[in-house]
């Protein structure tokens, strides 16, 4: 029994293995097929085109058949090659049947379908065979692709030089001199936008962004040196961008900056009978906060006579322990809502003391880069000098209303009293 058995496995072994090697051979087969050329395939799919069978010669790279060379008009109507064509293997494809006339030749690139000293008759082709057109649509594709590779290569640029994984601390400022080197070079405007998303945000970076854009001349470059000089913590930044301001057209930064001004915050307490309301008078909407009062022990509840849980019953000790507690949750819930108060009016007064920083900071820029006197950060005054200075009469905004929000401010301390009842 064990023989068959063995007889069976050894069977059933060879069969897999023929059956592999004939899937190999199948596969060679396949592919040294897909390689070779097939005449008749390809004639039969020039015939189903309409184009003329190509000759096993041509393929090969011999010499054209006189038939075939003899239908190659020549003069100017011959192509852009014009002239006689020559019959050596650089020759054209075979002509085509595509016109209802006769035959047309198709040529390919370079000069093997002219003759030597024979001025083309067609459109100029460059040092990589592209025509004006040609160059006209790429430089369009260009210009569309820039910024993201721009994006990309900076990038790049910022992990190299900036962040270098390993090297001393030597090579590490060798590389970051060099990237700066590389980056200070750089005269594309198109790089502009690539440069802000690369390197805003880390205030280390400011000085050299303003080293960059102070060499990129557009508009958008123009704005973030504006940004820069309001914004910027970096003192040295900051100057340097306003410096490079005043080599700048006013009108691509006055109404930027002029945007930056804004109005103190007007603020006042008011008492009602719901609580404490914060009213914030801004320069777009009135904004309210009320801060409800918190709630108070209620007095004691009348017994029924029957003590259960919501009627326990509590000796005059009892009560009074509960009562004390009960004020101490009141006034635990009354100062956590008076230090609410006070941090709103806190954060009001902080926010001002910043605007008053930021309208100071940018009058002092909008002086100094457009050698104007204005004192007061006005913005009607700055948008009504940069339109005398543009020509044209200036028209205020006209006065909406401003609408009014109205907020409820949660309490930060929810008090939990203890039910005192009446002695029966």
């Given amino acids: 029994m064990k023989r068959w058995e063995d007889r069976v496995q050894?069977?059933?072994?060879?069969?897999?293995?023929?059956?592999?090697?004939?899937?190999?051979?199948?596969?060679?087969?396949?592919?040294?097929?897909?390689?070779?050329?097939?005449?008749?395939?390809?004639?039969?799919l020039?015939?189903?085109?309409?184009?003329?069978?190509?000759?096993?010669?041509?393929?090969?790279?011999?010499?054209?058949?006189?038939?075939?060379?003899?239908?190659?008009?020549?003069?100017k109507d011959a192509g852009p090659g014009g002239g006689n064509q020559k019959a050596d293997g650089a020759t054209s494809q075979p002509p085509t049947a595509t016109?209802?006339?006769?035959?047309?030749?198709?040529?390919?690139?370079?000069?093997?379908?002219?003759?030597?000293?024979?001025?083309?008759?067609?459109?100029?082709?460059?040092?990589?065979?592209?025509?004006?057109?040609?160059?006209?649509?790429?430089?369009?594709?260009?210009?569309k692709k820039s910024p993201v590779s721009w994006v990309k290569s900076l990038g790049?640029?910022?992990?190299?030089?900036?962040?270098?994984?390993?090297?001393?601390?030597?090579?590490?400022?060798?590389?970051?001199?060099?990237?700066?080197?590389?980056?200070?070079?750089?005269?594309?405007?198109?790089?502009?936008p690539a440069i802000w998303h690369v390197f805003a945000g880390t205030h280390n970076h400011d000085y050299l962004i303003a080293r960059m854009l102070d060499r990129l001349k557009s508009?958008?470059?123009?704005?973030?040196?504006?940004?820069?000089?309001?914004?910027?913590?970096?003192?040295?930044?900051?100057?340097?961008?306003?410096?490079?301001?005043?080599?700048?057209?006013?009108?691509?930064?006055?109404?930027?900056?002029?945007?930056?001004?804004?109005?103190?915050?007007?603020?006042?307490?008011?008492?009602?009978p719901e609580g404490r309301v914060l009213i914030i008078e801004g320069e777009r909407a009135d904004r309210w906060f009320l801060f409800p009062k918190p709630a108070e022990p209620g007095p004691p509840r009348p017994g029924i006579g029957i003590y259960d849980l919501d009627n326990p019953y509590m000796t005059p000790e009892q009560r009074q322990v509960a009562a004390a507690m009960n004020q101490a949750q009141a006034a635990m819930a009354r100062a956590?809502?008076?230090?609410?108060?006070?941090?709103?009016?806190?954060?009001?007064?902080?926010?001002?003391?910043?605007?008053?920083?930021?309208?100071e900071r940018a009058v002092e820029v909008l002086r100094e880069a457009t050698g104007q006197a204005f004192m007061a950060p006005e913005r009607e005054e700055w948008r009504r000098w940069l339109a005398k200075r543009q020509g044209y009469p200036y028209v205020p905004p006209t006065k909406t209303r401003k609408p009014t929000f109205a907020q409820v401010v949660p309490p930060l301390y929810s008090p939990t009293f203890i039910p005192i009842p009446t002695p029966t």
């Avoid at 015939?47 to 010499?63: F, K, M, T, W, Y």
């Fill in 10 to 44: 050894n069977w059933c072994r060879s069969l897999g293995i023929t059956l592999v090697a004939t899937l190999i051979v199948a596969a060679i087969l396949g592919a040294v097929l897909s390689i070779t050329p097939n005449p008749n395939a390809q004639n039969g």
């Fill in 46 to 75: 020039a015939l189903r085109s309409g184009q003329r069978p190509a000759v096993n010669s041509q393929r090969a790279g011999g010499d054209r058949p006189r038939k075939v060379a003899a239908l190659v008009p020549k003069g």
């Fill in 99 to 143: 016109s209802g006339v006769g035959p047309e030749p198709r040529t390919e690139k370079g000069s093997g379908d002219r003759a030597p000293g024979q001025t083309p008759s067609g459109p100029t082709s460059g040092a990589d065979g592209t025509t004006p057109g040609s160059v006209a649509q790429a430089g369009t594709a260009q210009r």
């Fill in 156 to 192: 790049d640029l910022h992990r190299r030089g900036f962040h270098p994984r390993t090297g001393s601390a030597t090579k590490k400022r060798q590389a970051r001199e060099k990237a700066e080197a590389e980056l200070v070079a750089i005269e594309d405007p198109t790089a502009v």
């Fill in 219 to 272: 508009p958008e470059s123009t704005k973030m040196l504006a940004a820069l000089s309001v914004y910027s913590p970096d003192e040295k930044a900051g100057r340097l961008a306003t410096k490079a301001l005043k080599t700048r057209d006013p009108t691509e930064f006055v109404e930027w900056l002029a945007s930056v001004f804004e109005s103190p915050i007007k603020w006042r307490p008011e008492d009602t």
């Fill in 336 to 359: 956590a809502t008076e230090a609410q108060f006070k941090a709103g009016i806190e954060a009001v007064q902080r926010l001002n003391q910043r605007i008053k920083a930021l309208n």
